[in-house]
């Protein structure tokens, strides 16, 4: 599957660019995150992000669609 | 209406924007870029949002106060990208028929802003770091 990946404040940092586009085996938002923390040296755990899938916030169990955009979401600051 | 800007707010115009025949009261609030954090010294922020996603759900929130509270209008707009101590990074305004509601509507915006929409606070600090803040308000390291 082919995805387009987002990314966010301190993971932006971590990976060095907004958005990514990746080929995966992962077929869930989870397995795709835990993937993509492997290969960039992400601190946090999934358990501390929220998930959008094509524009709205999604489950992490979501299953994933061929060119679905996918961003993975830090905890927010705004205010 | 919820906005995300990366020009400076124009707090008085959003306010004249809140009148209306209706209204007996009008609360704003304004959130502003201090030079402190946490015990460091902060000489400047970046706000990064997504922005799509930002707009829908800071819509949802402002919808939902209009549901909950006996309010005549609300707004509010975030700053995105680089501000200097002093600058205003959010503002909300509510008018409604009693202060209340406009008090209370206006506290719920800003409170469920700051816990839900997906915008993110780059502190750049007097000693040349800088770090992406979470809930905890603590810098995550790695920021750079």
Same mark, same amino acid.
């Given at each position: ?8 404040? %301190?993971? *932006?940092?971590?990976?060095? !660019? ?11 938002? *989870? ?17 501390? &992000?929220? #998930? ?11 299953? &994933?669609?061929?060119?679905?955009? /996918?961003?993975? &979401? $830090?905890?927010?600051?705004? +205010? | ?6 020009? $400076? @707010? ?5 306010? *004249?924007? &809140? ?6 009261? !009008? ?43 006996? @309010? /005549?209008? @609300?707004? !509010? /707009? ?6 200097? @101590? ?6 909300? +305004? #509510? %008018? ?9 509507? !206006? *506290?719920?915006?800003?409170? =469920?802003?700051?816990?839900? /929409? ?10 040349? =770091? %800088?770090?992406?803040?979470? $809930?905890?308000?603590? $810098? ?5």
């Amino acid at each position: 599957m082919r995805y387009r990946v987002l990314y966010f404040a %301190s993971l *932006r940092d971590a990976a060095g !660019c907004d958005a990514e586009e990746v080929g995966s085996a992962s077929r869930d938002a *989870r397995a795709l995150y835990d993937e993509l923390r492997g290969r960039h040296g992400f601190t946090l755990s999934a358990e501390r &992000l929220r #998930v959008a899938v094509n524009g709205e916030f999604a489950e992490w169990s979501r299953t &994933l669609s061929d060119d679905d955009e /996918v961003a993975f &979401l $830090p905890p927010v600051s705004g +205010g | 209406m919820f906005v995300l800007s990366d020009r $400076p @707010i124009d707090a008085a115009a959003l306010t *004249r924007a &809140l009148a209306h025949a209706a209204a007996g009261a !009008c609360v704003t609030f304004e959130g502003w870029v201090r030079d402190h954090n946490a015990g460091r010294a902060v000489r400047a922020l970046d706000y990064q949002a997504y922005e799509p996603l930002a707009g829908r759900e800071g819509a949802r929130v402002l919808a939902e106060a209009m549901q909950q509270f006996a @309010i /005549v209008d @609300i707004r !509010c /707009v975030h700053r995105t990208g680089a501000l200097a @101590i002093g600058d205003l990074a959010v503002w909300v +305004g #509510v %008018s409604a028929a009693h202060r209340d509601a406009a008090f209370a509507a !206006c *506290r719920y915006v800003i409170d =469920e802003v700051k816990k839900r /929409v997906p915008i993110w606070k780059n502190e750049h600090y007097a000693d040349g =770091e %800088s770090g992406w803040l979470h $809930p905890d308000n603590t $810098p995550v390291a790695g920021g750079a």
